[in-house]
């Protein structure tokens, strides 16, 4: 499973369009030296999904907003600060009526689509008599006082929210990754139990050993040490490691030519790193563990190179960073397969966690299964019922046919006649 990565533009929503538009630092590449050179067209790179739930909302804003040439020269000029504090969404009143008017349309659009959820949910809930309006506030991205104009407290939200909920989406994919690996012990654990004695001895057995087995790897250099990116210059651009040179390596990897190295041109600089640990033929490697180990080394270097924070790496920051001793000397790097990830505290919490949710799934299971027998038992009855008034109404009718044929007079004879 291959986790997703963010881009700090949308973050911050309206950097990406700075970033576009600065000129990458000028450096001189022999590119008859780099293997498999292919030029990078940044206009045809897609973004990838931020993860957010209002994703789609996000990217058009930036879309629309960036074809106003007032916002844009505005947004050329300032810093992170003063996106991050609203004061460039002050600058919103500015722009084009061409441009209001499509952001307009985005916030209805959006403001739907979220009501169309609310709906849905209420409707799975079979709730009624919920004030649709009221539960818009749940949603801190927009202005739902006014669902029908998105005005600058609009663009301040939204910036703040998604600066916000990106600052907490490593932290949450850690969580995740640690419920993963209580879940994937537990679940071992629960099958160790139904086997006899000998099987288990078995399957103990084979755990260690492919445990020892994926342990059994070449060193893993330390992310974003001098002999981590030398060896991403001989190995993957095909450069002699005698020539490195930060500042060439970095152009080679700011894959869109915008003057930053983002956290996903950061992750892809890890990958033969992770090919020495992991291989997705192998039993014994897991490739979601693979992706954490990515998410780890990012966060690393991010902490060590990104100086103002910004979560993006500038040519300066890069350069700054392999002038430290950190960069030349660095401390062995410890990976996944020698850390613990859990506490037999907190598997056991885990656990009884999980055990009072399927309590609750069994409960609720046991009460569907008599609604479904009450159900059942209804239906039976009503076909019974149904049976029975067949029954009654095709004696009424032979007994009308009877009567039809055969008519009697007073004394119970035959009124019919026999012709002479």
Known sequence: MRWRT???????????????????????IDKTK??????????????????????????????VLETDNHFREKLQKADIEEIKSG????????????????????????????????????????????????LLKQFDHLNHMNPDKFESMDLDMLIKAATSDLEHYDKTRHEEFKKYEMMKEHERREYLKTLSEEKRKEEESKFEEMKKKHENHPKVNHPGSKD??????????????????????????????????????????????LEKVYDPKNEEDDMVEMEEERLRMREHVM????????????????????????????????????????????????????SL?????????????????????????????KLEYHQVIQQMEQKKLQQEISPSGPGGESKLQPRM
């Open 6 to 28: 963010i881009l700090l533009q949308y973050c911050f929503l309206l950097v990406l369009c700075l970033l576009i538009v600065l000129e990458a630092v000028p450096i001189d």
């Open 34 to 63: 780099v293997k498999n050179a292919q030029p990078v067209d940044s206009a045809k790179i897609e973004p990838p999904d931020t993860g957010l739930y209002y994703d789609e909302y996000l990217k058009q804003v930036i879309d």
């Open 87 to 134: 004061k460039l969404s002050k600058e919103l009143d500015l722009v084009s009526h061409h441009v209001r008017t499509k952001l307009d349309e985005l916030k209805r659009q959006e403001v739907g689509r979220l009501r169309m959820l609310i709906k849905a949910k209420l409707d799975s809930l079979q709730d009624t008599g919920i004030d649709h309006h009221a």
């Open 228 to 273: 981590q990116l030398k060896e991403v210059w001989e190995e993957t651009d095909g450069l002699d490691p005698n020539d490195f040179d930060p500042k060439t390596f970095f152009k080679l990897h700011d894959v869109n030519n915008d003057g930053f190295l983002d956290e996903q041109e950061l992750e892809a600089l890890f990958t033969k790193e």
């Open 303 to 354: 902490n060590e190179v990104d100086a103002n924070k910004d979560r993006l790496v500038t040519l300066q920051e890069f350069l700054k960073a392999t002038e430290k001793k950190e960069f030349l000397e660095p401390d062995s790097w410890e990976t996944l397969d020698q850390q613990q990830f859990f506490t037999e505290e907190e598997l056991k919490e885990y656990e009884n966690l999980i």
């Open 357 to 385: 949710q399927e309590n609750e799934l069994k409960k609720k299971a046991d009460e569907l299964q008599k609604q479904k027998e009450e159900l059942q038992r209804q239906h039976d009855q009503l076909e019974a019922q």
